[in-house]
């Protein structure tokens, strides 16, 4: 276990609280009319996000703290717990439904969505396997299946609720991992020929995710069906141009962009900031990651690089999907904005995330 000791990385900090005041401000922007509609207080999800970053940051601050070994030695039972909870967001009177998906478990007036806390469960334990493991894994059978098929089962019970955004991410960041940690192309090649049908398959059992591809391709074609938050996103982004509209004022926010809050804040930001404010956003994302790798590089052992790749990669894939999305590069899909999107357990997770890199951070090399 390692014991040298340091300052944690102040730039990565600095980032990361940017990053977050930012969301705050903007959660409030794009909410307001809505929260005011809908509870007649327009403060409403600005004071439940404000909530949850208080309980991230303490969470933050106690990780940064503690030993990253220590995801080492619980990461079995850690990832164990997880497996629980998803077992217990499927069973009705447990699973809360919202938006057609049965992710959630209601604690008292909130809930926890337990696929956003699987992710870095299953970055902890395949660091782990991985650190033991490594010189098997360029076998197909002792050293890349057994890690990917442990990540298939979790991303099979996250599609059961179904949320195919989030066990998206985890897959994605589970296969940086393996290739991180020296897979062979060769056998990427033919999982990703078996993984692109499967992923044709679950497209084409469900007629909403169908719609989904067809409005990506032409959102005009059904402008008030499929194709809707596409287009209104675009609609936001556009009239944004270089400087924005001003802060607070986004027309789209008023009942044209469903929630702009959640998945699609990106847009408002852009309709109120412009150009350049989204521009400086993709700019401290560059930063946050380009500080994850150089404490990944500098890791005094395999264990931290790869928990560090694991976590830089799942913020990275996040970031690429909802910027893709809201621009309309790619197929909507319900995956939040990392420290900016409106929500408890996606922001707290981020957070925690971050505390341990910051941890691996104080015993980096570089």
Wanted: hydrophobic residues 55%; glycine residues 10%; proline residues 4%.
């Amino acid at each position: 276990m390692p014991t040298k000791r340091t300052t944690p990385d102040f730039i990565l900090m600095i980032v990361t609280f940017t990053l977050l005041a930012i969301g705050l401000i903007m959660v409030y922007s794009a909410s307001a009319v809505w929260a005011e509609y809908k509870f007649q207080d327009s403060f409403f999800f600005a004071k439940r996000q404000t909530l949850f970053a208080g309980v991230g940051i303490v969470a933050m601050f106690f990780i940064m703290n503690v030993n990253y070994w220590t995801w080492r030695t619980y990461a079995k039972t850690i990832l164990i717990v997880c497996f629980v909870l998803l077992v217990l967001v499927l069973i009705p009177g447990i699973g809360n439904v919202r938006n057609g998906s049965r992710s959630w478990i209601g604690v008292g007036a909130f809930s926890i969505q337990p696929s956003e806390f699987m992710k870095l469960a299953m970055i902890a334990f395949l660091a782990k396997y991985l650190s033991e493991r490594q010189k098997f894994i360029t076998s197909f059978k002792k050293g890349l299946m057994p890690s990917l098929g442990l990540a298939f089962v979790a991303f099979a019970m996250i599609m059961l609720q179904p949320d195919l955004g989030t066990g998206t991410v985890m897959m994605g960041t589970c296969v940086v991992m393996i290739f991180i940690a020296g897979a062979r192309t060769s056998h990427f090649a033919f999982l990703g020929l078996l993984g692109v049908a499967g992923f044709v398959g679950l497209i084409a059992s469900a007629p909403y995710r169908i719609k989904r591809i067809t409005s990506f391709l032409d959102p005009w074609s059904d402008p008030l069906g499929s194709g809707f938050q596409i287009i209104q996103s675009l609609y936001a982004i556009g009239p944004g141009g270089l400087f924005g509209l001003g802060l607070g004022e986004s027309r789209q926010k008023f009942f044209y962009l469903p929630e702009p809050q959640t998945d699609f804040i990106f847009a408002i930001l852009s309709e109120e900031l412009g150009f350049i404010g989204g521009s400086f956003i993709l700019l401290l994302f560059a930063l946050l990651l380009w500080r994850g790798i150089r404490i990944a590089l500098g890791a005094p052992d395999l264990y931290g690089s790869f928990l560090a790749v694991g976590i830089i990669a799942m913020v990275a894939i996040q970031v690429m999907i909802n910027i893709g999305v809201v621009t309309g590069l790619m197929p909507v899909t319900g995956i939040t904005l990392p420290f900016l999107s409106y929500g408890g357990s996606s922001l707290t997770l981020m957070l925690m995330a971050i505390g341990v890199l910051l941890n691996i951070s104080r015993y980096s090399r570089i």
